[in-house]
């Protein structure tokens, strides 16, 4: 085995990400969008709805425009690193990519009508901060929850000089709105059970980077987004450092619980290795050891 990690420091960005999920007939389905194919991250792969943390995220007035306070989003990031005024940050990065990505929009009380008329003032190219106010709505993060926390690998399988710190969370479809791709970032946006996700992938139909992967089969665990959103709340976001290597001629990463990462604890369910095969990465028993 030969580690890819190096000492060159490359930046890592703040970001976030929302899994936003439904009860569909035969289980929960997840929001998924497939990115331009001449984007810069992840390109022509299918992802859930985020971005990078902008400055102007920390200039929403939380008493205004937050429907919880700073001090209870820093307790919920369990991160001692994190004050409260960047977990309301973040937070309110989700909810602005996600409406800029996809047009839903979750904030506190909003119905069908005023999410149409936030679309409208997003068309005429106003910003998210002057459309809350302009609306008087209010940022819902007690919709959302922590699920996991990614940092980006210094040699990473996807994007090399990329780095991110990204804040997953989980959300359930806001009621009466309905997903739109922005066709700029995103070309197409798809419901999609987890398994089904997955599947199609191991097929070759569709591109998935590793935290979609990993997300995916642990969200495939749950029957109902109930179920999930009450796994959310019972515990801290899982932070998930995966270590990249070379290991018999081909690329793969470990997470934490592998007897290659230094951190031996298990912090995920799912596989605790995926090893770049061709286009796909694999876990070494196959496609059923994603729900091991």
């Not at 700029?184 to 089904?196: D, F, G, I, M, T």
Request: proline share 9%; glycine share 8%; hydrophobic share 45%.
């Amino acid at each position: 085995m030969n580690t890819a990690e190096t000492e060159i420091p490359i930046p890592i960005r703040p970001a976030a990400t929302v899994l936003i999920c439904r009860d569909g007939a035969a289980g929960p389905e997840v929001l998924m969008m497939q990115r331009h194919a001449l984007s810069d991250v992840h390109g022509g792969s299918y992802v859930f709805p985020g971005g990078k943390v902008d400055a102007s995220d920390a200039r929403l007035d939380p008493a205004t425009h937050l429907d919880d306070r700073p001090e209870r989003l820093q307790a919920l990031l369990a991160d001692p690193d994190i004050d409260a005024a960047t977990a309301a940050a973040i937070h309110v990065a989700a909810v602005r990519e996600v409406f800029e990505e996809c047009g839903l929009l979750l904030a506190a009380g909003i119905d069908r009508a005023g999410a149409l008329q936030a679309a409208a003032l997003s068309a005429q190219a106003m910003p998210f901060n002057d459309m809350l106010g302009r609306l008087g709505l209010r940022v819902a993060t007690r919709a959302m929850r922590p699920w996991s926390r990614w940092i980006t690998p210094m040699q990473p399988l996807h994007a090399p000089g990329k780095r991110f710190d990204t804040h997953f969370f989980v959300a359930r479809a806001p009621a009466g709105q309905e997903p739109l791709h922005d066709a700029h970032e995103a070309v197409l946006c798809a419901w999609l059970r987890p398994r089904e996700a997955l599947e199609r992938y191991w097929r070759g139909e569709i591109a998935l980077a590793a935290p979609q992967i990993m997300s995916l089969a642990h969200l495939g665990r749950h029957a109902s987004v109930d179920s999930l959103m009450a796994e959310a709340e019972g515990r801290a976001p899982c932070l998930v450092r995966p270590l990249t290597f070379d290991i018999d001629g081909h690329r793969a990463a470990a997470y934490p619980g592998d007897p290659l990462h230094p951190e031996r604890a298990r912090v995920m369910p799912g596989p605790l290795r995926l090893v770049l095969r061709g286009k796909r990465l694999e876990p070494p028993g196959g496609f059923d050891a994603l729900w091991q």
